[in-house]
């Protein structure tokens, strides 16, 4: 292990191993440094397919799709530290990253460059207000998958699903498959949270009930989860009266949100953005301090992996070129603004000293559209329209910005006009 390389990555998951490669250069150093045992991060439990469509062309379970990355890691000889976890970031004229592991204790290394593709962790149980006891039998459906899919434990018989986020909606087909009883999912907005084809083959095909605009009035047991308590909720979220459902269980699974890991932004002091609750990145995916990118579900959560890829190829894309240009190129960021329609968008800001190429901006919408029509300006020209159809907010949507759409460094806004 050397003291010091051209670019760091903090993650090897799917994300990290697609920075890694296309940030590789005979002429670089470049680590990849993994808390893990192993390589993969999530996909390693994801054993399910429908991964690699888009990136290889090929449907693939989730450690199949992590192997054909750590294949191309392997034969490009990229230097990587397992069972290792970062302490802290700071940054002088380089960053200086301090880590440990049980091989060397703790140390220190230094890089010119740092990518951050540390994942994202479930809302558990204190994320939301669930009224009752502390039994056992409840627990995320993340933990659940890795039970089953990794150490081999079927985690409960009679199984109820709180929250439609595509995780709970796999892991109902997954224990279904398993032998257990999955009694019905419910979701407290009124349209599921997860992707129309899990709806389809992880509900639909196995008869399990979505309960839509309905969340958990109470969890019944002392020691024991026995009963789980529904009940619909009205557009205010309020509960309807005489509308409860009693389910009798012993499991109840949480599925309710996922959230950037970035604890390790903490000692940067970079800028962030309450709406991803991660890092607020430019069109280079660059955070606010250089030389520092972020990517993957670190720095929003994605529908699919393959779009992780895509994105961490970018990161690794740009960071290589930060490393081998080297210029200190002031910044000359401006924000793109939405309206209401839209939940969020990445990236953040653009840079105009950094407009070279074309550049895709995700964004989630607030709710569901049969038709969607964009619209995107500079001051009060309109520079870009564009119409998507069946828009839901389960499901994140592109639009693509060219350097001869801008027409001047105004801020862009992107408008939703209503059909």
Do not use: W
Request: include cysteine; glycine fraction near 6%; hydrophobic fraction near 40%.
């Amino acid at each position: 292990m050397k003291q010091s390389y051209d670019i760091t990555i903090i993650g090897a998951g799917a994300a990290g191993l697609s920075a890694a490669l296309e940030a590789y250069d005979d002429t670089l150093d470049i680590l990849i440094i993994e808390r893990e045992k192993n390589f993969g991060g999530i996909l390693n439990q994801c054993i399910h397919n429908g991964f690699g469509l888009h990136v290889f062309k090929e449907e693939l379970t989730g450690p199949e799709y992590a192997q054909k990355l750590i294949d191309l890691v392997m034969e490009k000889q990229i230097d990587y530290l397992l069972d290792t976890t970062v302490l802290n970031i700071s940054k002088d004229e380089v960053f200086s990253i301090k880590a440990t592991n049980i091989t060397s204790g703790e140390f220190i290394i230094e890089s010119k460059s740092v990518i951050l593709t540390t994942g994202c962790y479930e809302r558990a149980r204190g994320h939301v207000d669930i009224p009752g006891d502390r039994p056992k039998g409840i627990m995320t459906a993340g933990s659940a998958q890795r039970y089953l899919n990794i150490d081999g434990y079927l985690v409960g018989k009679k199984v109820f699903i709180l929250g439609s986020g595509d995780i709970g909606l796999i892991m109902a087909r997954r224990m279904t498959l398993e032998g257990a009883t999955v009694l019905g999912v419910a979701e407290l907005m009124p349209y599921s949270n997860g992707l129309t084809r899990n709806i389809v083959q992880c509900l639909n095909d196995f008869d399990i009930p979505l309960y839509l605009s309905h969340t958990i009035k109470e969890v019944v047991g002392k020691e024991k989860l026995e009963k789980v308590i529904i009940q619909q909720v009205d557009e205010n979220r309020q509960f309807i009266e005489n509308t409860e459902k009693t389910f009798e269980v012993d499991t109840l699974l949480l599925s309710i949100g996922l959230i950037p890991d970035v604890k390790l932004f903490e000692s940067l002091s970079i800028d962030t953005d309450p709406l991803t609750k991660s890092a607020l990145v430019n069109q280079k995916l660059e955070t606010s301090v250089k030389g520092l990118y972020a990517c993957g579900n670190a720095l929003h959560v994605h529908d699919l992996v393959d779009d992780v890829t895509i994105e961490s190829r970018k990161a690794g894309k740009y960071a290589k070129a930060y490393v081998i240009n080297q210029k200190d190129i002031d910044k000359k960021q401006v924000p793109i603004r939405f309206d209401h329609h839209i939940r969020y968008v990445v990236p953040q800001v653009v840079d105009y000293h950094l407009i070279d190429e074309p550049f895709d901006v995700l964004f989630r919408a607030t709710q569901k559209h049969d038709v969607l029509k964009l619209v995107i300006k500079q001051g009060d020209q309109v520079i870009r329209k564009k119409t998507l159809k069946y828009v839901v907010p389960a499901e994140m949507q592109k639009v693509q910005i060219k350097p001869e759409d801008l027409i001047n460094d105004l801020p862009i806004e992107i408008m939703v006009e209503e059909v």
